[in-house]
C-alpha cells in the first residue's frame, strides 16, 4: 500500500488549467480499454498516481478507492475478506483501473444475474467541467437525495467530468461455484436458458459456443449440487469465465474484427455472417465478423439492440435516436460546457 | 412554516390566468377530464405527507398518452407549471401541489401492457400499482422484487421517479436496479425511450438519472420491469437482544458470515411495545431491541443459512433465537413490523416517519443521538430501522393539536437527518427529498454541488416548468432555511447574502 496517494489536488489543477487553456483532456488509466469508442486529441491525464483503497469494511458491504487504483488489488483485498465485485468487470489488461472500470461501465459473466457496474456504483467524487472537485451518492446502500450523479458517470467514458473515487457495494463470495458443460445445438441452449431463467435456479453465468452450453452454478451446498444433479453435463474448470471475461478464449483470437452485440434476452439464434459466442445466458453475444458495421448496426436493431465494435480505430459507439442524441449534447453542454473531457470520445459531437 | 412553496426563496412562478388556461385546454383538449371547481380540487392538496397542503391550480386526468403530450406541449408554450402524481402515496410531498401549477394525474394509466415471463419482464403503464405487478406474474411463479410499504396502493410510475425501496432492497436492490427501460415525455412533449429491452444502451445512462428524479425531469409513461422467480422458500427467525449495540453488532456478524439475508429489521424497545399491544405477534416486550432475519431461495440454502445465522445470534449475545415454525407464524412475525407505523399511531395521536441512512457501524452512536434529541425536545421517538442496508425509519411522536409540536417535531426529525449526514449517511433512503426534505439537502450537498444538480435539471427542463420546488433546494433558500450549523468554524455557503 506504499504506493497510495490522493493526488486529488494536482488532478484538479490539471483540469483548472486545462479549463483556462481551453486545451481537450485525454483521460486514461492504464489503456486497457482503449479500443472502445473513437480516439481523443487532447492532452494525456493520467489517473493512475491518484491511487489506493480509501476504506473498505467488509461488513459494511462498502469499498471506497482512488480512480487510479489498479483493479487486481481491489479485488485481492475483497478476495482475502471473502467478498467480490459481484458484476465481475473485465480487465482486458494487467493494469486495468478502478476508473476505467466505471468510465466504460463493463460488466462481466455474472452480469444478467447480479447487475452491472452501474448498479453497484454507491457514490462518486468526481472533478466537474466548472473546476470543482464534487461529491455525489456516498457509502450507503439507499440513497435518494438528489439526482444520481454518480449512476450516470458509469458508463459515460470519461466525458462528463472526471472521476476520482468511487465507493461500491460489494458481496460475499457464493460458498459454492462449480461449473458445467453440456454439449447442444444453439437453438435448444436458447430455449433451455429462457426455461431456466423462470426457476430459482443457482446459474450465475452461461455461454454457448455453436456445440457447448457452459454454466455456472454459485450458491450454498445444497442449491448448487441439487441443481448439478438435474441438470447433468459434465464439470468445467471453472477458469473459463475469467478466459471469457478477458476474451482468451480461442474464439478471441479470430483475425475478423471483435463486435458485441446487446440484445433482449429472448432473442432466438441471429443469423449472421462470421463466428458466434452467446454469453450473459443470451442477452450479450460475441461475433467475429468481416461484415460492413452498417450491416451488423441493422440487423441487430431489428431485435431491439445495439451492436459495438471492439477493434482499435473502428467506427464509433452505437449511433442514438435524434430527439436521444439532442438531449446528449445539452447534459455535455451543461456538465462541460467547455468540453475538455474527453471530445468525441463517446460521439463526435460530445 | 417554511415548507410550502415560497416564491421569495425558492424562485417566481409564472402568474396563470386559471379561467384562460382552462378554456384553452378544453378547446384543445375537448375529452380530458379536468377539474376546477374547489370542492373537486380539495381532495388533491396534498400526498402522502399530509401535513403540508396546497390546492392546485388545476387537476388533470388524462387516460391516453397523446392528452399527456398536448397538454405538456401547452403548458410549455404558456409557461404553465405541472407537477405529476401517480397514486398520491409519497411520504415527502414530491407530488405536493402548487397554488400557481397544474397537477398532471398519471393514476388512470393503470393497465397491464405485456407480461413476458420467458424474457423476465412486464411492460406496464405508469398509473399500475406496485403489487399488481406481482399479482399479474404470480400464475407464472414470478414477481416484481422491490416493495415500498406502500406496495398495496404505489404506482410503478411513482416508483420509478422516488426511486423506491422496500423491507428486501439489500438483496435485490432499489427501483433502479429493476428497470430495463421507462418512457417518457419531456416537458415540451417529446417522447424518449430511456434504457432498452436489452440489458444496457448505448449513450449516458439517462435512466439511471431520471430514477429517482421526482418529476423533476420528465413523465413517465411506460416502465418496463424485471420480474425474478420467486424464491422457493423463506423463513424468518426473531432474535431478542438487551441492547441495540449488541443488536447492531449481530447484523454486522450475519454479514461478515457471508450470508445477505432477504430482509434484515430491526425495531427498538417502543416500537416493539407499539407493535405487540396492536398486532400480538408474540414479540417480547422488555427486548431492549429484536431483529427479524428473512432468509429466503432454495430449500436445502435457507436450512443451512438458517443455522449459520441462529448460531451467529446466540454468538452476538441473543437471548433468545426463534425460528417462525410455519408460514402463519412467519406472517405473524412479519405483521408486526409491517404494522409498526399504524401501531405507533395507535399510542400517539400523531407521529412523523424520517428516511435517512447510515452506515451501519454508526448504529449506536446515531440511536444514542436520537435519543438525547428526545428528552432535549420532549418528544418520543420510536425506532424502526431497515438494519441490513442502513436506513433507519425513526418515527417521531407528537400531538399536533398542541400548540408547538409539530413544529418541534419537524425540527427534531431536521436535527436527526442532519446527525445521518455527519456520520457519512443521508437524509433520504427512499422515501424521496420532495419538499420535506428541502432544507436539509443545503445539509448533504455543498451549493457547487447544489448547482450541477441544476444544471441537470435544466438540461430537460431549462423553465422549470416541472415539478418546481422539489427535490433540489435553490441558493437563496440554503442561505435561508438551510443548516445553519457552523461546520468546522464555516459558515455554510458564505458567498450568498443572507435575507
Known amino acids: 500500500m506504499s504506493m497510495d496517494r490522493d493526488m486529488s489536488q494536482t488532478l484538479l489543477e490539471q483540469v483548472n488549467q486545462a479549463l483556462n487553456e481551453g486545451t481537450p483532456l485525454r483521460i486514461q488509466g492504464s489503456n486497457s480499454k482503449a479500443m472502445l469508442g473513437n480516439p481523443v486529441a487532447g492532452e494525456v491525464l493520467d489517473t493512475r498516481n491518484h491511487r489506493g483503497i480509501v476504506s473498505y469494511d467488509p461488513t459494511e458491504l462498502v469499498l471506497t478507492a482512488r480512480a487510479g487504483t489498479p483493479l487486481r488489488e481491489i479485488e485481492a483485498a475483497l478476495h482475502e475478506a471473502g467478498q467480490m465485485l459481484p458484476c465481475e468487470p473485465p480487465h482486458l489488461g494487467p493494469e486495468a483501473t478502478l476508473g476505467g472500470m466505471v468510465a466504460t461501465g463493463l460488466s462481466g459473466p455474472r452480469r444478467p444475474w447480479a447487475g452491472s457496474v452501474r448498479d453497484f456504483v454507491l457514490g462518486t467524487r468526481v472533478i466537474t467541467g466548472h473546476g470543482k472537485l464534487l461529491r455525489f451518492g ?21 466525458c462528463l467530468g472526471l472521476l476520482t473515487e468511487v465507493s461500491l457495494k460489494v458481496l460475499p463470495r457464493p460458498r459454492l461455484c462449480l461449473s458445467l458443460r453440456l454439449p447442444m445445438g444453439r437453438n435448444e441452449a436458447l430455449a433451455e436458458l429462457a426455461e431456466w431463467g423462470q426457476q430459482p435456479l443457482p446459474i450465475s453465468a452461461a455461454c454457448h459456443d455453436g456445440e457447448t452450453l457452459y454454466l455456472r452454478l454459485e450458491g450454498g451446498e445444497g442449491s448448487v449440487q441439487s441443481a448439478r444433479q438435474r441438470l447433468g453435463g459434465e464439470t468445467l474448470d471453472n477458469r473459463f469465465w475469467s478466459d471469457l471475461r478477458e476474451q482468451r478464449l480461442a474464439f478471441f483470437t479470430d483475425a475478423a474484427p471483435l463486435w458485441r452485440l446487446s440484445v433482449p434476452t429472448i432473442t432466438g439464434e441471429l443469423e449472421m455472417p462470421g463466428q458466434q459466442l452467446i454469453d450473459w445466458g443470451g442477452a450479450q453475444r460475441w461475433l467475429k465478423t468481416c461484415a460492413p458495421a452498417q450491416a451488423i448496426r441493422d440487423q441487430v436493431a431489428k431485435v431491439g439492440g445495439h451492436a459495438t465494435c471492439y477493434a482499435p480505430g473502428a467506427t464509433s459507439s452505437p449511433p442514438l435516436p435524434v430527439a436521444l442524441m439532442r438531449y446528449h449534447r445539452a447534459l455535455k453542454q451543461q456538465l462541460d460546457p467547455q468540453g475538455v473531457f474527453n471530445p468525441g470520445r463517446l460521439y463526435p459531437d460530445l | 412554516m417554511n415548507i410550502l412553496y415560497d416564491e421569495r426563496v425558492d424562485g417566481a412562478l409564472p402568474n396563470v390566468d386559471r379561467a384562460a388556461l382552462l378554456q384553452a385546454l378544453r378547446d384543445a383538449l375537448p375529452d380530458l377530464e379536468i377539474l376546477h371547481r374547489d370542492e373537486d380540487l380539495k381532495p388533491y392538496e396534498c400526498d402522502g405527507l399530509s401535513a403540508y397542503r396546497t390546492v392546485p391550480l388545476l387537476v388533470v386526468l388524462p387516460e391516453r398518452l ?51 415471463p ?46 423506491a425501496g422496500g423491507v428486501h432492497c439489500l438483496k435485490y436492490g432499489l427501483t433502479v436496479h429493476n428497470v430495463l427501460k421507462v418512457d417518457i415525455l419531456t416537458v415540451e412533449g417529446e417522447r424518449l425511450s430511456l434504457g432498452s429491452d436489452a440489458l444496457d ?25 424485471k420480474l425474478l422467480p420467486k424464491p422457493q422458500v423463506a423463513r424468518v427467525i426473531l432474535a431478542s437482544f438487551d441492547s441495540v449495540e449488541d443488536a447492531g453488532r449481530a447484523v454486522a456478524d450475519i454479514i461478515a458470515a457471508g450470508i445477505i439475508p432477504g430482509g434484515l429489521e430491526m425495531m427498538d424497545n417502543l416500537a416493539i411495545r407499539a407493535a405487540e399491544d396492536f398486532i400480538h405477534a408474540g ?4 427486548a431492549a431491541a429484536i431483529l427479524l432475519c428473512e432468509l429466503d431461495g432454495v430449500e436445502a440454502d435457507v436450512h443451512d443459512d438458517c443455522e449459520r445465522v441462529a448460531a451467529v445470534l446466540t454468538q452476538a449475545g441473543a437471548r433468545e433465537v426463534r425460528l417462525a415454525c410455519d408460514e ?22 400523531d407521529y412523523y416517519c424520517m428516511d435517512g441512512t447510515i452506515p451501519r457501524r454508526e448504529l449506536p452512536r446515531v440511536l444514542k443521538g436520537i435519543s438525547d434529541l428526545s428528552a432535549e425536545y420532549g418528544l418520543r421517538v420510536a425506532n424502526v430501522f431497515h438494519a441490513g442496508d442502513g436506513n433507519m425509519h425513526p418515527l417521531i411522536l407528537f400531538d ?32 424521496g427529498v420532495g419538499r420535506e426534505k428541502i432544507n436539509q439537502m443545503c445539509a448533504q450537498f455543498n451549493s457547487d454541488e447544489i448547482t450541477l444538480f441544476h444544471a441537470v435539471k435544466a438540461t430537460f427542463d431549462p423553465q422549470g416548468l416541472l415539478n418546481p420546488g422539489k427535490n433540489i433546494p435553490t441558493l437563496h433558500r440554503c442561505a435561508e432555511f438551510g443548516a445553519l450549523h457552523v461546520h468546522q468554524g464555516q459558515l455554510p455557503f458564505p458567498e450568498l447574502e443572507r435575507f
Open chain 2, 400 to 431: 399536533a393539536n398542541l400548540p408547538g409540536e409539530l413544529e418541534r417535531a419537524e425540527a427534531i426529525g431536521g436535527k436527526i437527518l442532519e446527525l445521518c449526514v455527519k456520520v457519512g449517511g443521508s437524509i433520504t433512503g427512499e422515501h
Open chain 2, 66 to 116: 397523446e392528452q399527456v403530450q398536448t397538454l405538456l406541449k401547452l403548458c410549455h408554450q404558456r409557461g404553465v407549471p405541472v407537477v405529476a402524481r401517480g397514486a398520491g402515496t409519497g411520504l415527502s410531498g414530491g407530488a405536493l401541489p402548487l397554488a400557481k401549477g397544474i397537477l398532471l394525474v398519471m393514476a388512470r394509466f393503470n393497465r397491464i401492457l405485456e407480461v413476458n
Open chain 1, 138 to 158: 456516498g457509502e450507503v446502500m439507499k440513497n435518494v437525495a438528489g439526482y444520481d450523479v454518480s449512476r450516470l458517470m458509469a458508463g459515460s467514458f470519461g
Open chain 2, 328 to 349: 402463519a407464524e412467519r406472517v405473524r412475525f412479519w405483521a408486526g413490523r409491517k404494522n409498526a407505523f399504524p401501531a405507533v399511531g395507535r399510542i400517539s395521536p
Open chain 2, 118 to 163: 420467458q424474457g423476465r419482464y412486464a411492460r406496464v403503464q405508469p398509473g399500475v400499482r406496485n403489487l399488481a405487478i406481482s399479482q399479474a406474474v404470480a400464475p407464472h411463479g414470478m414477481y416484481y422484487a422491490p416493495d415500498p410499504s406502500s406496495q398495496i396502493a404505489c404506482s410503478i410510475g411513482g416508483n420509478v421517479a422516488e426511486n
Open chain 2, 283 to 286: 414479540y417480547p416486550v422488555d
Open chain 2, 201 to 225: 444502451s448505448p449513450g449516458f445512462d439517462l435512466l439511471a438519472l431520471f430514477t429517482g428524479s421526482e418529476g423533476m425531469l420528465g413523465i413517465v409513461t411506460e416502465v418496463t420491469v
